[in-house]
């Protein structure tokens, strides 16, 4: 597989593949050891962070921005998103308000990213 490196800005394109049979990977095109890494993470544990929005109940805004407090698998991030989904908060939600404290069995977190007011206290 061909991944981008975005550890720095050098953004090298990096091949990156396992020999039938198994054994050490082989690598081409990465500048550094911390490409190495990244494309040996690529290949046997892509993680990102995710982010999204989740629905407000009686608040100023109808959604607020979240996002995952730490990298998620990504063969997770399906069943991620069913969970948003079918979620929805009440106002008022603080930015950095803990939405979830384990998002679909990962493990991990999920945090509001914004503040919404509850409608009708915007001014105070
Ligand atoms: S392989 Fe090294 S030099 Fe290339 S983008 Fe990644 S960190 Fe930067």
């Known amino acids: 597989m061909d991944v981008t490196c975005i550890i720095c800005p050098n953004s090298c394109r990096i091949s990156v593949s396992r020999p039938e049979g198994g054994g050490a990977p082989v690598i081409r095109g990465a500048e550094c050891s911390k490409g190495i890494s990244y494309a ?5 544990n892509p993680v990102r962070v995710l982010t999204s929005t ?6 100023t ?10 990298p998620i698998p990504k063969a997770k991030i399906g069943d991620c998103m069913k969970y948003i989904d079918s979620l929805a908060v009440s106002a008022p939600v603080a930015a950095g ?3 979830s404290g384990d998002i679909a ?17 915007e001014r105070e």
């Open 97 to 99: 308000d803990v939405l």
């Open 105 to 121: 069995g990962t493990g991990v977190g999920m945090v509001a990213t914004w503040t919404v007011q509850k409608r009708g206290r």
């Open 61 to 70: 805004h109808r959604v607020v921005p979240v996002r995952t407090t730490s």
């Open 40 to 44: 040996i993470e690529e290949l046997d």
């Open 54 to 59: 989740v629905r407000v109940e009686g608040g």
